[in-house]
């Protein structure tokens, strides 16, 4: 087992259930081959029984939740796992890493939280998160809008898309508003 090993499982558990407390074993399939596309359908659902089996996902079928706390999990750009480590996933409880603190187990009547109080993570290691607030004032320098209505937007959007930063939301409602987004990519991507 590699630290690459674990990572994938992880990050693959924490993305599908980004914004979500609990998800049945179908929708978990369905986000793992028809949203993400990283399996087809006939390996989601294999990938799903072996995750239950490995650990990694606790509850029935019905309402699976994952076996570790997601909260401070985040995922770099681009990232897409080998779906060779999705179908045959490390053993959970084996796992001993000094550098991970994920093996606390949600307790399920306690821990998780009403699917309407998850917001996707708002830490991140994402440099571009940093220029979020300079982004906020500069579209609402341009459109008039006040900031407290730009993050109320920017909220919405990262509620409906759950796999979108909180600079990305900003950025599409800079484009929304028919702002000039060579500036606003630029600035993003130094």
């Given at each position: ?7 994938d ?6 993305l599908?259930?980004?914004?979500e407390?609990?998800l ?9 081959s ?6 087809t ?13 490995a650990?990694?996902?606790a ?16 995922t ?9 480590r999705?179908?045959?996933p490390v053993e ?5 890493n000094?550098?991970?603190t994920?093996?606390q ?18 830490t991140?290691?994402?440099?571009r ?14 459109t008039k809008?006040?900031i ?10 990262q ?8 600079w ?12 000039e ?10």
């Amino acid at each position: 087992m590699t630290d690459e090993d674990f990572d994938d499982v992880r990050l693959v558990i924490s993305l599908s259930f980004r914004g979500e407390s609990r998800l049945s074993d179908i929708d978990l399939e369905r986000i793992l081959s028809f949203d993400m596309e990283w399996l087809t359908p006939e390996e989601a659902g294999t990938a799903v029984s072996k995750l239950i089996d490995a650990g990694w996902l606790a509850g029935e079928r019905e309402s699976l939740h994952p076996a570790f706390d997601i909260k401070n999990i985040s995922t770099p750009i681009g990232w897409h796992p080998r779906p060779s480590r999705i179908l045959e996933p490390v053993e959970f409880n084996r796992i001993e890493n000094s550098n991970q603190t994920v093996k606390q187990t949600i307790n399920a009547d306690k821990s998780i939280k009403p699917k309407d109080d998850i917001l996707p993570n708002k830490t991140s290691n994402d440099p571009r998160e940093k220029l979020a607030n300079r982004l906020k004032k500069f579209i609402s320098r341009q459109t008039k809008i006040p900031i407290d209505e730009i993050e109320r937007r920017s909220e919405r959007k990262q509620k409906a898309l759950k796999y979108a930063a909180n600079w990305l939301c900003l950025a599409l409602i800079a484009r929304e508003q028919g702002l000039e987004m060579e500036q606003i990519v630029s600035s993003l991507s130094s």
